[in-house]
């Protein structure tokens, strides 16, 4: 089990409100969370990662076909009261910390954030829930070179996160984001009270919720956590489907 010095149980926030229209024709009708990896839908693989290391407290934040994964949830989860979706009316037209506003009322604890389209095995979790204690912690892995789609990271010397973003310049990168956040005691309060902010501007409505943790971390509340050699895979297009299924292939 992680350690935490809460006692309330650790919860987890799926953000899977988007249809995926960069998967296309795979996504027309059915929503990127549940394209199916070695079998499996995207997911299943995060809540099963998540209840093998004891978090069962998820909610699925959703919005294009809903029902499709309320209908997964029920047949495959139905034993987990805690698994329950919110359903976001703007994802048509808002980006991801809209997402984040719908469940700011699950976050009154330590809590985990996950991109719906990110999968990653049960032993990175573990690893993210007991790295070392900062308010925010963000998951970075490291390769050599960075494409204008990730989101990339600058990091200082101890580990603590400098910026965070797709146009950070080059030679600053050392890191990206993997999609994994992992808010604890005040990180998570001062999250959420951001983020209240930030969407009472109608222009906030196209942001992504790392603009808020870059902003945060600019107060030297973020640490990096580095999950190099666990299995993870962002599913962004069509070859990254092929991809995960190599690297989760039960």
């Not at 965070?164 to 956040?181: F, N, R, T, Y």
């Not at 999250?191 to 906030?204: D, N, Q, T």
Request: negative net charge; glycine residues 6%.
């Amino acid at each position: 089990m992680p350690n935490t010095n809460n006692t309330k149980p650790i919860k987890a926030i799926i953000l899977s409100a988007g249809q995926g229209r960069r998967l296309l024709p795979l996504t027309e009708s059915t929503p990127k969370c549940l394209l199916p990896v070695s079998g499996k839908p995207v997911l299943a693989w995060q809540i099963d990662a998540l209840l093998a290391v004891g978090v069962e407290n998820i909610t699925i934040v959703s919005g294009f076909q809903v029902g499709l994964i309320e209908s997964l949830l029920l047949q495959q989860y139905a034993g987990y009261p805690n698994i329950k979706t919110l359903f976001n009316p703007f994802y048509e037209v808002a980006d991801n910390l809209a997402s984040c506003w719908i469940a700011r009322t699950e976050m009154d604890g330590d809590f985990l954030l996950l991109n719906g389209d990110t999968v990653v095995e049960s032993a990175l979790l573990s690893k993210v829930l007991n790295s070392e204690f900062a308010p925010i912690t963000l998951s970075v892995d490291y390769k050599d070179n960075y494409d204008a789609d990730d989101m990339k990271v600058q990091l200082d010397t101890d580990g603590w996160v400098k910026q965070v973003s797709k146009i950070v310049p080059p030679h600053q990168v050392d890191a990206e984001s993997i999609g994994l956040i992992y808010f604890r005691s005040q990180g998570a309060y001062l999250f959420r009270h951001a983020v209240e902010l930030a969407l009472r501007h109608p222009a906030e409505l196209k942001s992504w919720y790392l603009s808020i943790i870059d902003n945060l971390a600019k107060q030297h509340l973020v640490k990096s956590c580095s999950i190099r050699g666990f299995r993870w895979c962002e599913i962004d297009f069509i070859e990254d489907l092929a991809r995960a299924g190599i690297i989760f292939n039960e």
